[in-house]
T-cell receptor
Framework: NAGVTQTPKFQVLKTGQSMTLQCAQDMNHEYMSWYRQDPGMGLRLIHY???????DQGEVPNGYNVSRSTTEDFPLRLLSAAPSQTSVYFCASSSFRGGTTFFGQGTRLTVV | DAKTTQPNSMESNEEEPVHLPCNHSTISGTDYIHWYRQLPSQGPEYVIHGLTSNVNNRMASLAIAEDRKSSTLILHRATLRDAAVYYCILRVGLNNNDMRFGAGTRLTVKP
């Protein structure tokens, strides 16, 4: 049981480039979400999804897009990377019935 | 969103108990109290949660004040592996998956 898997673990982008952070879970969880964590701070919610085909914005959605075509996958797209998006990104999933949230190991993104 | 307040940092000696406090004076009746921790260079992991009664599991205990305006996470015997940032989070109902993190408490465990 892999849990929540994020790829890549590390990425360096140039300003203006686009990329997709991948997230997959194998627990058949309905709810998935993306967070970013800046140095010395807690996690902030970017986008979330309550099921396939349904997404919504969190606290800090600007500059990011998401889609949820399957239960398992929830990719996060950076449309035009900016240095302010340098951060560690975490994907998470949970079941509505379980309450416990599982997090991936994170993707460390640097935008230069 | 209901807010929590935690000390920025705490220190403990190895094999001693640790009490991590959390204030949540604006908690409502349907808010569950969740604790997660984040080890260095890892994603957060679930520790424990509760509503009104004290809770115990293999990792920790959660003591909830009678008025629910504060709670304490108790690690009974701290180990070096318990050094992490601990987050106290309020969630509305068991089916609300939206978690808002504060800065948490950084726990240092000294050998």
């Amino acid at each position: 049981n892999a849990g929540v898997t994020q790829t890549p673990k590390f990425q360096v982008l140039k300003t203006g480039q686009s990329m997709t952070l991948q997230c997959a879970q194998d627990m058949n969880h309905e709810y998935m979400s993306w967070y970013r964590q800046d140095p010395g701070m807690g996690l902030r919610l970017i986008h979330y999804s309550v099921g396939a085909g349904i997404t919504d914005q969190g606290e800090v959605p600007n500059g990011y897009n998401v889609s949820r075509s399957t239960t398992e996958d929830f990719p996060l797209r950076l449309l035009s990377a900016a240095p302010s998006q340098t951060s560690v990104y975490f994907c998470a999933s949970s079941s509505f019935r379980g309450g416990t949230t599982f997090f991936g190991q994170g993707t460390r993104l640097t935008v230069v | 969103d209901a807010k929590t307040t935690q000390p920025n940092s705490m220190e403990s000696n190895e094999e001693e108990p640790v009490h991590l406090p959390c204030n949540h004076s604006t908690i409502s009746g349907t808010d569950y109290i969740h604790w997660y921790r984040q080890l260095p260079s890892q994603g957060p992991e679930y520790v424990i949660h509760g509503l009104t009664s004290n809770v115990n599991n293999r990792m920790a205990s959660l003591a909830i004040a009678e008025d629910r305006k504060s709670s304490t996470l108790i690690l009974h015997r701290a180990t070096l592996r318990d050094a992490a940032v601990y987050y106290c989070i309020l969630r509305v109902g068991l089916n609300n998956n939206d978690m808002r993190f504060g800065a948490g408490t950084r726990l240092t465990v000294k050998p």
